[in-house]
């Protein structure tokens, strides 16, 4: 028997009746309205069924194994295709779908010889793995009505290379390494997370402009994309991109727009922000042009754009105004040239309506030769002129707006890549701070290498970090006296001019000898750092506080005398510095900072002395010897209590004294001091 008619009496095709059968053709009549489980399993010569409108269900496996079976059409009767209907149809090459269709099975046509599949209107499920190994599959539609799609549904359908999404697919479509041209509907507005990943051979994508969201690593691991097309500039700026793998920009360095490559990118003056890594990796741009519009730009907007040497704004004031997310947001950073108006800009002169330049600015404008920002101006972001350096020249419109200008980090101020400062046309190498300045902004002078000398008014009480941080070629700092200079608040020691200058002077003359005067209290923060002209220092017991390394590398220092009344000493107050400090104390007082010499204190601290004139009793007056051997301190004819100290001043041991002979074990080798009553001696143990 190789053709069947089922008579027109028969109601139902039952169960497994043709199971295994050799026929090659069957007719169903009308009057059938179901075709049970497995009813032709394994039927491998069939290659004919004619299924009637009147057939409302198809059984799970009905037609599975059948290898012969080229084609089928689905009546409009029926809604569901079971799960493995046709299932091996290695031959079934086409499938016409009824209009009712509104679910796929688990593993239908899985196996099956389709090449092409088109879906219905109606269709709304397909199950997991429906079309899994699928060989001749070349590509697949998904139209608009679908709401879900199975785990697995074209795995391993090694030839399907185009996929044309009119629907939110999952990530079913991930790890599907033959795929090589997605096409993304305008009926989709999101894109999930993971759902092209690591389709490894996808060359091309077409996303629409009703696309608003990717999700993330959407398209992770497809490191052969060379090709993406948005629907237009204004969607792809608007994009929420949820990490750097969900933009296929990423991969495919190459933009493309109505089908045409972007070389020179316009943003349309309706777009008022760029979203975060909208452009990135963007090889193929040369150069961008960004309307007055436009006031943000997302973090890495242009991050990757190595090719571009042109950045075009609408204006230097619209420039200023704009939001950066971070350095490489800025298409500037990759460009290096700045063109306003179609011509590019080497003096750059900030407006007067201008108040705040934000950060980023500037960033990496290497054609710059030119800065000059006028009054108005009180704010510049974090490294706002960060890589500038073509600079040579800064101008400011006075000392003050210079000196009040809140600077975010050290590149904001454009003077530290210029070197040489300019007000009013006119360069500075001799400052001279107004006696109206109270405070000197951070960074104000940075790096400013033309300056030779400074000079600093009693007006000024703070003077902010770093602020004349890298001007090297200062040789003289003047300050109105030695009281306003103890007074300054100085945040760092690249605050403190002195730090480079090395030269003190008040009222015209050098400080050498310097005597801290009877009104000073207080010591602050760096007050002479670096200062190697001076030779001594004598404090008064006025003074209880000295702050954080207020002598630090004061080289030319050979006396310092600390009074009693000194209860604090603070971070490495006297680092680097070789002196013999002479302290009125017995013992270092427990508030003074351990750390006082910073660690690289080379001199010597003499206790219970006001002077060199009473620095070391001479043993031999009482007769006391004090001599090493080894790391043992041997002191014989001692008379009073036997102390000894480190360089430091602290106090190593107490031992009480033995009138011939006492012998004292220390830890290790170097300068200590014994004291004995009056009496101070170094001993080198080595």
């Not at 185009?162 to 096409?183: A, E, R």
């Not at 001799?430 to 000079?455: E, H, Q, T, W």
């Not at 001599?627 to 000894?644: C, H």
């Amino acid at each position: 028997m190789t053709s069947v008619n089922i008579p027109d009496s028969v109601k139902s095709i039952g169960t497994g009746a043709f199971i295994g059968c050799a026929i090659t053709s069957i007719t169903i009549p009308e009057s059938v309205d179901s075709i049970g489980a497995e009813t032709f399993w394994n039927c491998q010569q069939l290659a004919s069924v004619t299924i009637p409108n009147s057939v409302k269900k198809i059984g799970n496996s009905a037609f599975w194994g059948c290898r012969s079976l080229e084609s089928i059409t689905i009546p409009d009767s029926v809604t569901v295709i079971n799960e493995g209907v046709f299932h091996g149809c290695a031959s079934l090459t086409s499938v016409t779908f009824g209009k009712s269709v509104k679910e796929i099975g688990e593993l239908a046509f899985s196996g099956s010889g389709l090449t092409s599949i088109t879906f219905p209107s109606s269709i709304e499920t397909i199950g997991n793995g429906a079309f899994t190994h699928c060989d001749g599959l070349k590509s697949v539609n998904i139209p608009s009505p679908i709401k879900n799609i199975g785990d697995q549904a074209f795995d391993f359908c090694d030839n399907l290379d185009t996929l044309i999404c009119n629907t939110d697919i999952g990530t079913v479509f991930q790890n599907i390494p033959s795929i090589k041209v997605v096409i993304v509907g305008d009926d989709v507005t999101s894109i999930p997370a993971h759902a092209f990943e690591n389709c490894k051979r996808l060359a091309f994508v077409i996303i629409p402009q009703s696309v608003k969201t990717i999700g993330e690593n959407a398209f992770w691991g497809c490191n052969k994309l060379a090709k993406v097309q948005f629907g237009s500039i204004a969607s792809l700026c608007g994009m929420n991109f949820e990490n750097v793998q969900a933009n296929p920009l990423f991969f495919a360095k190459h933009l493309y727009i109505g089908g045409s490559e972007v070389i020179d990118l316009v943003i349309p003056d309706s777009v008022t922000s760029i979203s975060d890594i909208a452009f990135i990796n963007c090889a193929s741009l040369k150069s961008v042009t960004i309307p007055a519009s436009v006031k943000t730009i997302g973090t890495d907007a242009f991050n990757g754009c190595e090719r571009l040497t042109k950045a075009e704004f609408a204006s230097i004031e619209s420039l200023c105004e704009m939001k950066f997310g971070n350095v490489q947001t800025n298409p500037l950073y990759y460009a290096k040239h700045l063109y306003i108006n179609g011509a590019e800009v080497f003096d750059l002169e900030i407006p007067n309506t201008v108040e705040t330049i934000e950060a980023n600015t500037f960033v990496n404008g290497a054609s710059l030769k030119s800065v000059k920002i006028p009054a108005s101006v009180k704010n510049i972001g974090d490294d706002a002129f960060a890589g500038c350096e073509g600079l040579v020249k800064a101008e400011f419109a006075s000392l003050e707006s210079l000196c009040g200008i809140k600077f975010g980090t050290v590149l904001s101020n454009p003077l530290y890549y210029a070197k040489h400062l300019y007000i009013d046309g006119a360069e500075i190498t001799d400052l001279a701070i107004p006696n109206s300045m109270a405070a000197i902004g951070d960074f104000a002078f940075a790096n400013c290498g033309s300056l030779k000398s400074v000079k600093i008014p009693a007006s000024v009480k703070t003077i902010g970090t770093d602020a004349f941080v890298d001007c090297k070629g200062l040789t003289k700092a003047e300050f109105a006296s030695i009281e306003s200079l103890c007074g300054t608040k100085f945040s760092t020691i690249p605050s403190n001019p002195l730090n480079y200058a090395k030269h003190l002077y008040i009222d015209g003359a050098e400080v050498t000898d310097l005597k801290i005067p009877n009104s000073v209290k207080s010591i602050g923060i760096a007050a002479f750092a670096g200062c190697e002209g001076l030779t001594s220092v004598t404090i008064p017991n006025t003074v209880t506080h000295i702050g954080d390394w207020a002598f630090s590398n004061c080289d030319g220092l050979k006396t310092v005398i600390i009074p009693k009344s000194v209860e604090s000493l603070g971070y490495g107050a006297f680092a680097n510095c070789t002196a013999t400090i002479y302290c009125e104390f017995e013992v270092i007082p427990d508030d003074w900072n351990s750390r006082w010499n910073g660690g690289n204190y080379a001199g010597e601290i003499i206790l219970n002395s006001t002077g060199p004139h009473t620095a070391v009793a001479k043993s031999s007056t009482d007769a006391i010897n004090i001599y090493a051997y080894g790391k043992t301190i041997v002191v014989e004819n001692a008379t009073d209590e036997i102390r000894v100290y480190d360089t430091m001043g602290n106090l190593i041991c107490r031992d009480a004294f033995n009138r011939v002979r006492t012998e004292i074990r220390v830890d290790g080798i170097g300068v200590y001091i014994v004291k004995i009553g009056n009496v101070a001696k170094r001993v080198l143990v080595k």
